[in-house]
């Protein structure tokens, strides 16, 4: 039996469509039947030659059925439905792993870079790289969950804030637009930053108590006007940005790094030693952490904005992800 995948043949080149055979699952893993695929920002990785081989199949943001499943798979049943994130299965013998912290492992897989992911009909991963899809949500909703979801979701859970303090989400776009959500459903006194006034009513709409433009205030200071934020959430891509809120943050607040800039952040040394301030980077999270994301989403009604384009169309789609021009997710189906 064959299928259809939206390939990248080598580092840097085109999206081809080809056809091969069905994969089959081994002992320890599961066959999803792929109908939904969120196209993220780190895409980029497997598009621009950080796959550990080619031709490789993008895509880590996986929503379908379980189609099939290995001889020792007892937790997942044909019919399930199923997402996959970026946690793709740890190896469990490594230093990190032997503690507990699996989406930090050495050896960890990821769908579209150590393995194929989800731009085609079919994908196979182990079965601990699975998460249940509520029946409240989706798949094309779930699908974007399964990075952008969990990676806001869990650094706010993860994070030092409690319910009541005053939390900002520094950027709205495929990520902050979610952290706004996921920081006003949690409790949280919830600040939207972004630049642009154009911005304010739509971040209100989120759940956003306050807004900030980023082009016409000082950020810093009028967090500190509100009493100091607890915790900055950073969905930007941009260095700058993520310093010029540093000053926002109250005694031991903490800046939660989460959008990838490729610039490096020039932080003045006492404005962390002052207020005992910290920076974390955050990661995404384990299926579990992703599980939890999707459930939480269907109980308060959290969705992402997307985008809906054909499998056929993953270059397209692609393309326009990257422009930036997609509000905020573009969400490959297939069928």
């Known amino acids: 039996m064959s299928m259809h995948v939206q390939q990248i043949p080598s580092a840097g080149a085109a999206f081809e469509a080809k056809e091969r055979e069905v994969p089959e699952p081994g002992r320890n893993d599961v066959r999803v039947r792929v109908t939904a695929c969120g196209v993220c920002h780190s895409d980029v990785m497997a598009k621009e030659g950080m796959s550990a081989s080619y031709p490789r199949v993008p895509g880590h943001e996986i929503a379908g059925v379980v189609d099939a499943v290995g001889a020792d798979v007892d937790a997942w049943s044909v019919g399930d439905r199923v997402g996959i994130g970026w946690f793709g299965g740890a190896c469990y013998s490594c230093d990190a792993c032997r503690r507990g912290d699996f989406i930090d492992c050495a050896n960890l897989r990821t769908p579209g870079l150590t393995d194929d992911g989800g731009y085609a009909d079919y994908a196979v991963f182990p079965a601990d790289a699975l998460a249940a899809i509520p029946d409240g949500l989706s798949d094309i909703h779930a699908a974007p969950l399964m990075c952008a979801g969990v990676t806001t979701f869990h650094a706010l859970r993860s994070s030092r804030a409690r319910a009541g303090d005053l939390v900002a989400v520094l950027g709205i776009g495929g990520l902050g637009h979610l952290g706004v959500q996921f920081a006003a459903k949690m409790g949280f006194e919830t600040v939207a930053i972004a630049r642009g006034s154009e911005k304010e009513r739509f971040a209100r ?9 980023s082009t016409a205030v000082d950020v810093a200071k009028e967090l500190q006007k509100l009493g100091g934020a607890s915790v900055v959430i950073a969905t930007v891509t941009a260095a700058p940005a993520m310093v010029a809120a540093i000053g926002g943050l109250k005694a031991r607040g903490e800046l939660v790094v989460l959008g990838a800039a490729m610039e490096a952040m020039e932080v003045q040394p006492v404005e962390l030693i002052m207020q005992s301030r910290v920076i974390t980077g955050h990661p995404s999270g384990t299926s579990k952490d992703s599980e ?3 459930r939480f989403a269907a109980l308060t009604g959290i969705h992402p904005l997307v985008e809906t384009m054909g499998m056929a169309e993953a270059a ?14 573009v969400v490959l189906t297939n069928g």
């Open 205 to 213: 709409e989120l759940g956003a108590h306050h807004y900030l433009d």
């Open 292 to 294: 939890d994301t999707l």
């Open 316 to 329: 397209d789609g692609y393309d326009r992800m990257m422009s930036g021009d997609a509000r905020f997710r």
